[in-house]
């Protein structure tokens, strides 16, 4: 057996006992990548890959929080209208624009790396691709899995705010973002482990401090599913709603499993990460990958390249931009 084929394996014998949530689970949704391609800027762009692996590693040594923000930016990206780069877009009344993407990062080195391209291989290499390839490079640079991906998604022409109100924000019920992933394409699976991605990063205080002071509606109230010692830690912390605070309390900057290990110290940060344990379609999964996190790490790289084939636009679908903030003029 090939290795891939073996880990596929083992993860599957490891969920036996949790059958049948788990089965299905594991059943694929299909992709429809067909045109795209892992060699499609071979002959027209081959320093593609490079130049984004170059600049992703100097941002990174710049400001390495800017690596989980340019993940989450591909996951916004996807989650309205597929992989287009429809969050890019610098319009008035566009995704960018909205609250749900007021506390995205990164928009800088996309830009940067897209000048770049434009010197070496100009309209070529699209905004979509890009963000597919950064993100890659960025989870490989914090201790994330390497895996190659496919290109050829085309850039799309709009981009609307309110189409981001789709985009869970750590509110929602695990049925609400089950149906969520399934309208991407995306299985319970892929929710699980893609929710992993919580391994890394930071979110503003803004987004949990309900569950400190006002769980409910019930002013004073606090979400009990949160252990006694780290609510007084993120009571202490989260004082402003701006304020910054580890995704993953243990160990905030490194890629591994241990995300998947806090739930189960009722330490997830936001309430859908907790709820991922305690619901019985998604708590087998939580619990298998609590212990394996090779199984993890590389079912994270297929996890992520589903979500990058997620409503991809090609050939005169779509464009490949010339800069990734607006529309093509011609
Ligand atoms: C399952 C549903 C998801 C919910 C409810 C959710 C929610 C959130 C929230 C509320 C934040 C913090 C935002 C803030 O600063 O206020 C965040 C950050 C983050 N999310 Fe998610 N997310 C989800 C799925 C994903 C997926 C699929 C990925 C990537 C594969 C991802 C990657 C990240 C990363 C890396 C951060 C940290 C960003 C940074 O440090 O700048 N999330 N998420
Ligand atoms: C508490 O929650 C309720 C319901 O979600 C909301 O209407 C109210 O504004 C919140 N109060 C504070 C102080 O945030």
Same mark, same amino acid.
């Given at each position: 057996m090939k290795p891939s084929t073996s880990l596929f394996f083992h993860l599957f014998l490891l969920l036996l006992p949790h059958l049948p949530s788990a089965v299905h689970a594991l059943k694929k949704a299909p992709v429809d990548d067909d045109d795209l391609d892992m060699h499609y800027y071979? =002959?027209? $762009? +081959?320093?593609?890959e490079a130049i984004v692996g170059s600049k992703i590693a100097h941002w990174h040594s710049v400001d390495p929080t800017l690596s989980p923000s340019l993940l989450r930016l591909l996951f916004h990206d996807c989650a309205v209208r597929g992989c287009d780069a429809s969050i890019l877009l610098n319009n008035p009344g566009g995704e960018r624009k909205s609250p749900a993407a007021a506390t995205l990062r990164g928009f800088q080195v996309i830009d940067d790396i897209k000048a770049e391209?434009?010197?070496k291989c100009p309209k070529t290499v699209s905004c979509a691709d890009i963000l597919v390839a950064a993100a890659r490079d960025a989870t490989y640079k914090i201790g994330g899995p390497y895996w190659e991906n496919v290109y050829g998604r085309k850039d799309g022409r709009v981009s609307i705010a309110r189409e981001t109100e789709a985009i869970p924000r750590g509110r929602e019920s695990i049925t609400d973002l089950i149906v969520f992933f399934e309208s991407l394409g995306l299985d319970i699976l892929d929710l699980v482990v893609l929710s992993g991605a919580h391994t890394i990063g930071r979110s503003? $205080?803004? !987004?949990? &401090?309900y569950r400190l002071y006002n769980y409910t509606g019930v002013p004073g109230k606090c979400d009990p599913s949160i252990n006694p010692k780290y609510l007084n830690y993120?009571? =202490? %912390? $989260? =004082?402003? !709603?701006?304020t910054y605070v580890d995704l993953d !309390? *243990?160990? +905030?900057a490194?890629?591994?499993n241990v995300y998947f290990k806090n739930l189960k110290s %009722?330490?997830?940060l936001l309430e859908t #990460? &907790?709820?991922?344990? *305690? #619901?019985?379609?998604t708590g087998p999964l939580v619990s298998a990958l609590v212990s394996q996190r090779n199984v993890f790490e590389h079912q994270f790289a297929k996890s992520m390249k589903n979500l990058a084939d997620t409503m991809v636009l090609e050939g005169h679908e779509g464009e490949v931009r010339t800069n990734c903030n607006f529309v093509n003029k011609y």
């Open positions: 071979a =002959r027209t $762009c +081959p320093s593609f391209l434009e010197k503003t $205080c803004g !987004a949990i &401090q993120l009571k =202490r %912390k $989260c =004082r402003s !709603a701006y !309390a *243990a160990t +905030p490194k890629f591994d %009722k330490m997830g #990460d &907790q709820l991922l344990l *305690a #619901d019985s379609r």
